[in-house]
């Protein structure tokens, strides 16, 4: 499709339980970026993929954080036993069909509420 | 590391007035990208305007316009005739030209209210 469709739109977990959120990046779009943007309003780089690959994941908290980008499927983001401050809206993001596109189009966020 | 800074928490302009937003960055680069994002109530993030750093031609949205100044790394976003709906969050944020699709360094944003 032409815009990135991320679900769910809110999502509500208990201390401890796992949480998994999708993106459907824009077809033919080559990156897809995480960001997650705290009650602060900052945000912050998770991670990104080159198709199904990893590019970069120097932002991902290693321990109960992972994502995929598999072929044919919404990408995903998991949070193994979620904590109090991972309470944050995520954002995916996908760009480039061409190596340097410059703009990144966004997704309206999945609100994560961890209580 | 790339930094941006945006020293103004919040903002607020009457109605067709006109409102700057200030922004700096802090690079070793060359070669980048700096885009201004409008988040309004209901999350979107809306591109607003965009410049490359290689164009000494301040980029013009519109009602929406930039001072771009290289050499002091700064990217002010100045908003004419405001209005209403301009009501957001708004961020500034820095992407690296020369490494391949990085992703983009954000400022902390300001709010903007536009009052009637």
């Known amino acids: 499709g032409e815009e990135v469709a991320q679900t769910p739109k809110h999502l509500v977990r208990g201390e401890g339980q796992k949480a998994k959120l999708y993106c459907a990046p824009i077809k033919g779009h080559s990156y897809v970026f995480w960001y997650q943007q705290v009650l602060k309003n900052e945000f912050k780089f998770l991670i990104s993929?080159?198709?199904?690959?990893?590019?970069?994941e120097t932002g991902m908290p290693k321990e109960r954080f992972s994502a995929k980008c598999l072929p044919n499927s919404p990408c995903s983001l998991e949070i193994q036993a979620t904590k109090l401050e991972d309470s944050a809206v995520y954002f995916c993001a996908s760009s480039g069909r061409q190596f340097l596109d410059t703009e990144a189009f966004f997704g309206q966020g999945t609100r994560l509420t961890v209580v | 590391a790339q930094t941006v800074t945006q020293s103004q928490p919040e903002m607020s302009v009457q109605e067709a007035e006109t409102v700057t937003l200030s922004c700096t960055y802090d690079t070793s680069e060359s070669n980048y990208y700096l885009f201004w994002y409008k988040q309004p109530p209901s999350r979107q993030m809306i591109l607003v305007i965009r410049q490359e750093a290689y164009k000494q031609q301040n980029a013009t949205e519109n009602r929406f316009s930039v001072n771009f100044q290289k050499a002091a790394k700064s990217f002010s976003l100045k908003i004419s005739d405001s209005q209403l709906g301009d009501t957001a969050m708004y961020f500034c944020?820095?992407?690296?030209?020369?490494?391949?699709?990085?992703?983009?360094?954000f400022g902390k944003g300001t709010r903007l209210s536009v009052i009637a």
């Open positions: 944020a820095f992407r690296n030209r020369n490494s391949g699709n990085t992703p983009l360094v």
């Open positions: 993929f080159q198709n199904e690959n990893v590019f970069d």
